[in-house]
């Protein structure tokens, strides 16, 4: 048996991934992923679902398939977006309260200075002057949804990558 299938665990030895803690692996990841969101939209994702796997494998000391890595990049960087959103409607409730009569003036301001009387009218008729908790409930959903689908495209490359780079001894399944 050469030195590259003991690395790679190929030796016959498989350990119960289930047996395996996996918290502060996620926990890591998310809070990657959360910090960097402030700066790195998206690319946040990638790093905080490549930390998450990254502590799996080298705190147990295991390779992982594939799929295995985009499960733990998926639940670290869904924590971690689920914490950006959170921080992001303190933020922004905080500026600006449920009050947007100001927020739609600067909006409509900046349209004014472009010229662009169709977008002046859109946003005359479209946005509200306050924020309803239907409307808020449906931002947050549809903020959700996309967090979701774009969360899973990022993990589906972050979690592979991860689970092929990262291998520490033998394999969890």
Request: glycine residues 10%; charged residues 15%; without cysteine.
């Amino acid at each position: 048996m050469n030195m590259e299938d003991q690395e790679l665990g190929t030796e016959g030895e498989v350990i119960d991934k289930d047996t395996l803690p996996l918290f502060l692996s996620i926990s890591i990841g998310a809070g990657v992923a959360f910090i960097l969101g402030l700066f790195l939209p998206f690319v946040n994702y990638l790093i905080g679902g490549l930390v998450a796997v990254w502590h799996y494998t080298s705190s147990n000391g295991v390779s992982i398939v594939p799929w295995h890595g985009i499960r733990i990049s998926f639940m670290a960087t869904m924590l971690g977006g689920l914490l950006l959103t959170v921080a992001l409607n303190i933020t922004f409730y905080n500026e600006n309260g449920l009050d947007l009569r100001e927020l739609k003036e600067n909006i409509i301001l900046e349209f004014e200075k472009r010229g662009d009387d169709k977008s002046i009218e859109f946003a005359e008729q479209s946005f509200p002057d306050r924020l309803t908790p239907g409307l808020i409930v449906g931002m947050n959903l549809l903020m959700m949804a996309v967090l979701a689908v774009v969360v899973f495209v990022i993990s589906l490359l972050s979690g592979w990558l991860g689970a092929t780079r990262f291998r520490k001894g033998p394999l969890a399944l």
